[in-house]
């Protein structure tokens, strides 16, 4: 998301439904004392907050255990575990995935004894889902591969903004992979993943889709209830193709199984209805570019002219340099 200028909701109120668990014979972990906590999305799959970290990001990860693969997948890493309370002992995600009991995974850690090789793929390169990556840097780590440039070393402390933040740009070498990769377990076996090119949020983002479980992943490509962010290397015209897209493709696989396909945001949306959400930040996004909806800040960052719109209702809202949208306008 990468925001700064617009806190969303108080933290108070997100708290409130999601209390770390652990359960009472715990071995390391102490209410509280972890950056993360994890809910149930499906029979495999989990949320992963980081619901405290000190860039406000509240970046949201997903793991998923293919147990008969001897794999569990991460899709993002977060911020790197930095959280405001000074009082968390458990920082490093893959000590939270390793050793911290989740009620909703029977009292067990998701990876207990480390028994899964880990597979991680990022959404996009920007630094709240990328911090924790050096964490897994005996993993492949998938990436896409639509702008090897944009992801070129020597531009990723730009372009994941940790240089803009001062802070040290993680060192990871992706694999980058093609528009609908099928993606492998370590041992060569096809999983239910599909990963998808969604430029647009950057050049770089990219979508998952889980067959077995109807389950969209968009990363930064939109979500609710939070403005959708769009740096300066961001392109609303390329955003606008792959929500198209997306729609299309939830669309096919919702006729071919008569069931509902859930989408699932790298921020604030989690386990809703896909083509609702898809078509309705669809919606919002022609509504700013025919002007229907009204500039209601305007600053500078980054060197450029930055306007925000923000639905009534605040489901949707938006915050790009103003370049993108005249550029969308043409
Ligand atoms: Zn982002």
């Known amino acids: 998301m990468v925001t700064q200028a617009i806190s969303n909701t108080s933290l108070m109120c997100r708290l409130k439904d999601v209390i770390p668990v652990h359960s009472a014979q715990g071995p390391t972990a102490l209410p509280n004392s972890s950056a993360f ?16 970290d000190i860039y406000s990001e509240q970046p949201y990860i997903y793991v998923k255990l293919i147990q ?3 794999t569990i997948i991460v899709v993002d890493t977060g911020c790197g575990g930095t959280s405001s309370n000074p009082n968390i002992e458990i920082k490093r995600l893959r000590e939270f995935l390793e050793t911290v009991r989740i009620e909703d995974n029977d009292g067990r850690p998701l990876n207990e004894g480390r028994r899964m090789k880990y597979l991680v793929i990022l959404s996009h390169c920007h630094y709240d889902h990328i911090l924790a990556v050096e964490q ?41 992979v093609d528009h609908m990769h099928r993606v492998l377990s370590s041992d060569g076996k096809q999983t239910s993943m599909t990963i998808m090119h969604s430029p647009g949020h950057t050049p770089d983002e990219l979508a ?18 939070a403005p959708i962010i769009f740096p300066k290397e961001g392109s609303i015209i390329d955003w606008m193709e792959t929500v198209d ?9 919702e006729s071919q199984s008569g069931l509902a396909v859930k989408i699932n945001a790298g921020h604030e949306t989690a386990g809703q209805p896909a083509l609702q959400v898809l078509t309705s930040a669809k919606g919002f996004m022609e509504d700013v570019l025919r002007g229907s909806e009204k500039v ?13 719109y923000e ?9 790009c340099p103003e370049r993108l949208i005249a550029e969308a306008r043409k």
């Open 37 to 52: 906590i994890a809910s149930r999305l499906t029979p495999t799959t989990f949320l992963v907050k980081e619901y405290d």
């Open 311 to 319: 639905q009534d209702g605040k489901r949707f809202a938006l915050i």
């Open 208 to 225: 998952v889709y889980d067959e077995d479980e109807r389950m969209l992943y968009v990363g930064d490509t939109l979500y609710e209830n």
């Open 245 to 253: 897209e997306l729609i299309s493709f939830v669309g096919d696989k």
């Open 136 to 176: 897994f840097s005996d993993s492949v780590i998938l990436a896409s591969g639509y702008s090897p440039e944009f992801l070129r070393p020597s531009k990723l402390p730009e372009h994941s903004l940790c240089q803009e933040l001062g802070i040290e740009t993680p060192s990871y070498s992706p694999n980058l």
């Open 68 to 70: 008969q693969l001897n």
């Open 296 to 308: 209601q800040r305007r600053w500078t960052k980054r060197g450029e002219e930055t306007v925000m």
